[in-house]
T-cell receptor, first 112, second 111 residues
């Protein structure tokens, strides 16, 4: 089956930029998403990108998509302690609207 | 607040109990989903409903029984669960191809 892979852990100092990486295998992926999960909470959609886009920027968040390499990244500028959470990469295809294939999540820890 | 509400937030049940999880959305979405999040595993899709019809059952054991009486409400009926079923159960909704909205989840513990 299709896989979505992420690194498991990232430590970053407050004020620095964070970059979380994700790779996927399904070349028919149409939507790619980033979700944030804080302890004890559900998933919060942060941003998403269509597969025909290379980049999307939304305030402190920048998503880069390299479709050739099937690589997705999320950059968080000026990382704050409130950004400490687990970040999930997910993808869906035109044949599976709404059925998301998730990565295992990247634990981001922001240190003062 | 995402517009998707799940109750209860926490549930402890014995293996012989019967309980139900509830999810509701007032976003006007036509599809609703149950996902399971276990420790150290990626989120797993369990069930998909489109316009109240079940369109996906991802090889889920029959001790989990979904019900979708209308496009705003989704239930997950639980009976004779096992300890390994302890997990965070997440409900989500979508409209068309854009997925986005998850509830806060129900933390289930089976004892």
């Amino acid at each position: 089956g299709e896989d979505v892979e992420q690194s498991l852990f990232l430590s970053v100092r407050e004020g620095d930029s964070s970059v979380i990486n994700c790779t996927y295998t399904d070349s028919s992926s149409t939507y790619l998403y980033w979700y944030k999960q804080e302890p004890g909470a559900g998933l919060q959609l942060l941003t998403y990108i269509f597969s025909n886009m290379d980049m999307k920027q939304d305030q402190r968040l920048t998503v880069l998509l390299n479709k050739k390499d099937k690589h997705l990244s999320l950059r968080i500028a000026d990382t704050q302690t409130g950004d400490s959470a687990i970040y999930f990469c997910a993808e869906s295809t035109t044949d599976s609207w709404g059925k998301l294939q998730f990565g295992a999540g990247t634990q981001v820890v922001v240190t003062p | 607040e995402t517009g998707v509400t799940q109750t209860p937030r926490h549930l402890v049940m014995g293996m012989t109990n019967k309980k139900s999880l509830k999810c509701e959305q007032h976003l006007g979405h036509n599809a609703m989903y149950w996902y399971k999040q276990s420790a150290k595993k990626p989120l797993e899709l369990m069930f998909v409903y489109n316009f109240k019809e079940q369109t996906e059952n991802n090889s889920v054991p029959s001790r989990f029984s979904p019900e979708c009486p209308n496009s705003s409400h989704l239930f997950l009926h639980l009976h004779t669960l096992q300890p390994e079923d302890s997990a965070l159960y997440l409900c989500a909704s979508s409209q068309g191809g854009q997925m986005g909205f998850f509830g806060q989840g129900t933390r289930l513990t089976v004892v």
